[in-house]
């Protein structure tokens, strides 16, 4: 399974991104698939997950409310809706995929995406 990570860029505070992860070498459905983020100076974090097959989803404290995890089997791409972005947001962003959701939430995927960059500044 491969990605194509694409949606990062610069935006000011309050703005929006919608980051897509689409995967190729092998079908999605049966994966589960998160988002994580890198900020500068701190640890990776799990920003957003969903599961393969009844589309459970879980969402970090910090973006709950504001980001919307989805995901489009027919075209194998996930999707994270980022809302009222703000300089907390900014990090390096990834995509993730896991035949067990359990590998997703404790952070040891089967398959990472390359990062795309969100920096949120006025």
């Known amino acids: 399974l491969q990605f194509a990570v694409s949606g990062g860029g610069l935006v000011q505070p309050g703005a929006s991104l919608c980051l897509s992860c689409?995967?190729?070498?092998?079908?999605?459905?049966?994966?589960?698939v998160g988002w994580f983020r890198h900020p500068p100076g701190k640890a990776l974090e799990g920003v957003s997950f969903i599961s393969s097959s009844d589309g459970i989803t879980y969402y970090g404290d910090s973006v709950k409310g504001r980001f919307t995890i989805s995901r489009d089997n027919a075209k194998s791409t996930v999707y994270l809706q980022m809302t009222s972005l703000t300089p907390e947001d900014t990090a390096v962003y990834y995509c993730?995929?896991?035949?067990?959701?359990?590998?997703?939430?404790?952070?040891?995927?089967?398959?990472w995406g390359q990062g795309t960059q969100v920096t949120v500044s006025s």
């Open positions: 689409a995967a190729s070498g092998d079908t999605l459905d049966y994966f589960a």
């Open positions: 993730a995929a896991a035949r067990n959701l359990h590998n997703i939430v404790v952070m040891t995927p089967d398959y």
